[in-house]
C-alpha cells in the first residue's frame, strides 16, 4: 500500500491559517493525492485532490511539491468546525485497484475558540 | 439530492448474534463500498460492491462476514454469530463511476457494540 506520513495532531486558533502537511516519498507518476476528514462521530467527507499542480476549491487548497513527495492541506481561516482528523491518502492508479482507499491514523486538528 | 443513507446508526448485539447493517448509496451511484474503523484506527477497506457482484472482498473476513447489493433495494453488510472483536463503526461509501480520480461519498456509520 502507498504510504503517507502525517503528525499525529495540530492545533490552530480560530480565523487563522492551518497548515498540515503529508509527506509520501514512494507516490508513483499517476498517484492521486487525496484528502479527506472526519468529524466527530461521522463519515469521511472528501475535502480536495490533485495530482502535480496546486488546487483550490470552496473548502481548502492543495500545494503539491515539485517533486511530488510531499503536500500540505491549507485551511485559509480555521473555524471551530474545522476540528476533525485529515487523512491525506495517495489514489494508488496502478495494479487494478485503484477503488481502495487506504486511510492511516491522519492528523487530529484542534481548533481553539 | 440525498447523501449515503446507513441504518441503523447504532446496533447493539449480543455474542452469538447476527447483525445486518444497511446502506442505501447516493441516487445514481452503483458502486458501493464497505469500510471498518476499529476504536482509534483509521478506516479499513473490506468490499467492494457493484449491483448484484461482488468485485472484491480481499479485506472482508473469511468467515461470518458477507455482503450484498441486490438489484433493487440497499447494500447489506451481514455479520452472523458476532464477537466482541466486531465491535466497530461501519462505513458506507459510494460512487458513481469507477475512475481513478472520482471521489466516494461516505455515509455516517453503523455502531455495533457487540456485549
Known amino acids: 500500500d502507498a504510504k503517507t506520513t502525517q503528525p499525529n495532531s495540530m492545533e490552530s486558533n480560530e480565523e487563522e491559517p492551518v497548515h498540515l502537511p503529508c509527506n509520501h516519498s514512494t507516490i508513483s507518476g499517476t498517484d492521486y493525492i487525496h484528502w479527506y476528514r472526519q468529524l466527530p462521530s461521522q463519515g469521511p467527507e472528501y475535502v480536495i485532490h490533485?495530482?502535480?499542480s496546486n488546487v483550490n476549491n470552496r473548502m481548502a487548497s492543495l500545494a503539491i511539491a515539485e517533486d511530488r513527495k510531499s503536500s500540505t492541506l491549507i485551511l485559509h481561516r480555521a473555524t471551530l468546525r474545522d476540528a476533525a482528523v485529515y487523512y491525506c491518502i495517495l489514489w494508488v492508479v496502478s495494479g487494478g485497484s485503484n477503488y481502495k482507499l487506504t486511510f492511516g491514523k491522519g492528523t487530529l486538528l484542534t481548533v481553539n475558540p | 439530492n440525498a447523501g449515503v443513507m446507513q441504518n441503523p446508526r447504532h446496533l447493539v448485539r449480543r455474542r452469538g448474534q447476527e447483525a445486518r447493517l444497511r446502506c442505501s448509496p447516493m441516487?445514481?451511484?452503483?458502486?458501493v463500498y464497505w469500510y471498518r474503523q476499529l476504536p482509534e484506527e483509521g478506516l479499513k477497506f473490506m468490499v467492494y460492491l457493484q449491483k448484484e457482484n461482488i468485485i472484491d472482498e480481499s479485506g472482508m473476513p473469511k468467515e461470518r462476514f458477507s455482503a450484498e447489493f441486490p438489484k433493487e433495494g440497499p447494500s447489506i453488510l451481514r455479520i452472523q454469530q458476532v464477537v466482541r472483536g466486531d465491535s466497530a463503526a461501519y462505513f458506507c461509501?459510494?460512487?458513481?463511476?469507477?475512475?481513478?480520480?472520482?471521489?466516494?461519498?461516505f455515509g455516517p456509520g453503523t455502531r455495533l457494540t457487540v456485549l
Open positions: 441516487k445514481g451511484h452503483s458502486h
Open positions: 490533485g495530482l502535480t
Open positions: 461509501a459510494s460512487s458513481p463511476e469507477l475512475i481513478s480520480t472520482d471521489t466516494q461519498y
